[in-house]
């Protein structure tokens, strides 16, 4: 079905071009992340995993073709000319010659009608891949932070960070926004990137070929952990996506160890319930990460880190050193209290 189309608001900001050539190659699997039952899949734009990938994918082999045979019918010219007309003994001055009439047809024209097809298969794959519906809600909205991703999922009370589920083989939505400077979209392995821009709203379709694990990173330069600032997409099959939306739209689980209580209230008593949420408590924040479901992710720090104790100890213990830059501060906590909070934290599954 082709959805309805309206105003688009086009991404403007230029790309940094470092950037999408590393993206042209295989990202490699982020380290020491606990594996589940799913499967990480290769993630380049030639080894396409939605219909838009694949839809590019034939586009960027269609350029890769014409630019190759540019680059050997040049080199080919280059050899010859080197070859046939280079310097000989007793050589005069040769015949000058103005104007080729014929040549000059075949240089202009040849390149006017290859400027003029890709232009009509580049127009043809911007509708097929970057379409905006009308009244259509979208299946997740996905918020740029520094340094982290916010997502929710409309018409349910699920809201987590970072770790992004989406079903399998099903035409999905993405809306796409930021908070604070313009961050970029891009699975290369999905094909089509997107500025996320404070302010205005873009969309993406997604219609993902098989559940699996797929990774990206934001490919705008937007500030001291740019580089650390990943996109982790877990696809998973209608019944599994729907049973994880069931239990992630549940609130936090009720505490029945000691020690998690006195984390629960060293956290309620802090600044944490002011930038973090909990749903079923009142820690109500909405500066950094939904914290509700955190111990059943397999990720931390923007899918940078595993989601152990030890590193997870290591960040309430100092975050700036764990990942410098990142707006939590440092409570200096002591060893008891850091016990007590990571005990709370690792209840909230």
Not at 34 to 39: A, H, I, T, V
Request: with cysteine; hydrophobic share 40%; charged share 20%.
């Amino acid at each position: 079905m082709v959805p309805e189309v309206v105003k688009h608001n086009w991404p403007e900001s230029p790309k940094c071009l470092l950037s999408t050539f590393a993206f042209l190659f295989k990202l490699k699997y982020m380290q020491n992340i606990s594996q589940s039952d799913l499967k990480h899949t290769e993630n380049s734009i030639f080894s396409p995993k939605s219909q838009g990938g694949w839809t590019l994918y034939h586009l960027d082999i269609y350029f890769i073709i014409a630019a190759s045979f540019i680059m050997l019918l040049v080199i080919g010219l280059l050899i010859y000319v080197a070859i046939k007309y280079r310097a000989k003994p007793n050589d005069t001055e040769p015949k000058q010659r103005n104007g080729n009439r014929k040549m000059e047809i075949f240089m202009v024209g040849i390149p006017f009608i290859m400027i003029s097809f890709f232009f009509f298969l580049t127009v043809k794959t911007m509708k097929q891949t970057e379409p905006v519906v009308i009244n259509r809600k979208p299946t997740v909205v996905i918020n740029g932070r520094q340094w982290w991703w916010q997502v929710s999922y409309p018409g349910t009370k699920v809201v987590t960070a970072n770790e992004i589920h989406l079903p399998a083989n099903r035409k999905v939505l993405l809306k796409l926004t930021s908070s604070d400077v313009i961050h970029d979209w891009w699975m290369p392995s999905f094909g089509p990137k997107m500025d996320m821009i404070p302010g205005s709203v873009n969309y993406l379709w997604l219609n993902i070929d098989k559940p699996g694990i797929y990774e990206g990173t934001c490919s705008e330069f937007c500030g001291q952990q740019h580089a650390k600032m990943r996109i982790r997409v877990i696809a998973q099959t209608e019944e599994n996506y729907q049973k994880w939306l069931t239990e992630s739209a549940k609130e936090a689980t009720q505490i029945t160890d000691p020690i998690a209580f006195v984390g629960a209230s060293i956290f309620q008593r802090t600044s944490c319930a002011g930038c973090h949420q909990i749903r079923g408590t009142d820690a109500k924040g909405d500066v950094g990460p939904d914290l509700t479901h955190l111990a059943s992710r397999k990720t931390i720090l923007s899918g940078t880190k595993a989601n152990t104790k030890e590193n997870l100890y290591a960040f309430i213990s100092n975050p700036n050193a764990v990942k410098p830059g990142v707006n939590m501060p440092n409570f200096h906590f002591n060893k008891q209290e850091k016990a007590a909070l990571l005990a709370y934290l690792n209840t909230l599954k």
